[in-house]
């Protein structure tokens, strides 16, 4: 089957830096949108950076000019780096992706396991 795992969370002051990694696994013939949602304690997840094959971007206003998301198709991976971090960006962080298993299958959403980002003031 597909499994995505992170990696990169942890423990970082305000205004540090950290990235995060995703890697897709399995059996798996195309990948399209990749993308980053994060959920903080009592709040919903939200979607906070996207990227589609072609490269194409998007991001929520709320990190924008701060988080910078990229993908190696060839690897199958995901990145996000996160830079001048602030305590509200403490919350899990998933990576999705919608990938194809056969030519023949339509597109299905996964979702790694989480990885905890913490900022302290």
């Known amino acids: 089957q597909v499994q995505l795992v992170e990696s990169g969370g942890g423990l970082v002051q305000a205004g540090g830096s950290l990235r995060l990694s995703c890697v897709a696994s399995?059996?798996?013939?195309?990948?399209?949108?990749m993308g980053w949602y994060r959920q903080a304690p009592g709040k919903q997840r939200e979607s906070i950076a996207g990227?589609?094959?072609?490269?194409?971007?998007t991001y929520v206003d709320s990190v924008k000019g701060r988080f910078t998301i990229s993908r190696d198709n060839a690897k199958n991976t995901v990145s996000l780096q996160m830079n001048t971090l602030k305590p509200e960006d403490t919350a899990v962080y998933y990576c999705?992706?919608?990938?194809?298993?056969?030519?023949?299958?339509?597109?299905?959403?996964?979702w790694g396991q989480g990885t905890q980002v913490v900022v302290s003031s």
């Open positions: 999705n992706a919608a990938i194809q298993q056969y030519a023949w299958q339509r597109f299905s959403d996964y």
């Open positions: 399995g059996r798996i013939f195309s990948i399209n949108r």
């Open positions: 990227i589609a094959r072609d490269g194409t971007t």
